[in-house]
DNA sequence: ACCGTTACTATCATTCTTGTTGGTATGGAA
DNA sequence: TTCCATACCAACAAGAATGATAGTAACGGT
């Protein structure tokens, strides 16, 4: 990933889209807000192999990369609701092809069945 | 990335594609592979922003993914050719597709003109 | 009165990734 | 004869990403 040092304005086209997407927790992240607006303790839920300090991590990014929209709730408990915003929803397409070739990739190198719970990105 | 304690068998076919291609040099090689076999100190010449030891590491791992072949001359001084695989070259449309995704991003947050210099994946 | 819940932030420790440097063998050029 | 070129590998250093842990405020339930 190495995001820090990567010009996301300048760089190849195909690097700004992994910068945006790389990485082990967005393509998760957007894949369970394809469903709808979800809380953060949700997310958290959906997603248990990541820690919460890195789903907020994730979030801030994908926030500042315009891909969701945070609304918060003036309450105590906090709430903090996040949205796919049009463009970050236009990843879903960019999350199939890639589900696609790695089903290939998984059945030609290893012989692994595709995996179940990606409905939403396989379609 | 975080390749290593990443299970390319059995996670999700998202999560296995960008292993394979995640991080800033696969794409890269990929990319130039595309045009032909190349040698090593080619590859290193076309893409001056990465050193020889991460261009051999990332060329390691994508002969053990089974992207490319190595075709190893036995002369001195040493030649080494590095050839796509039918394989490797299936991953022309993934590119392609990341590389449109990416043009949009840059073009609605930066205003950026997409960068030459891609052609064979932008087609 | 006490505890659990939420959506975080901050700090440290650990692990991963990348860079830097130096070395190798030998044939051909200078 | 000295130097360069090639395709690496090994060792160490630096840098980046991630994990673990603790803390916060105020509300509802027991």
């Not at 300048?10 to 709808?36: D, Q, R």
């Not at 820690?51 to 907020?56: L, P, S, Y």
């Not at 996040?82 to 589900?99: C, D, I, Q, R």
């Amino acid at each position: 990933m190495r995001a820090k040092r990567l010009d996301r304005a300048n760089c190849c086209a195909v690097e700004a889209t992994l910068s945006v997407i790389g990485g082990v927790w967005k393509p998760m992240i957007v894949y369970h807000l394809l469903e709808g607006r979800k809380r953060f303790m949700e997310l958290t839920r959906l997603i248990p192999s990541a820690t919460q300090r890195m789903i907020t991590l994730q979030l801030r990014e994908m926030e500042a990369d315009g891909l969701l929209n945070r609304h918060v709730y003036a309450e105590v408990p906090p709430k903090v609701e996040y949205e796919l915003t049009e463009f970050g929803a236009s990843l879903a397409p960019v999350l199939k092809t890639l589900h696609q070739w790695g089903e290939r990739y998984q059945r030609e190198r290893y012989g692994t069945e595709p995996s179940l719970g990606c409905k939403r990105v396989a379609d």
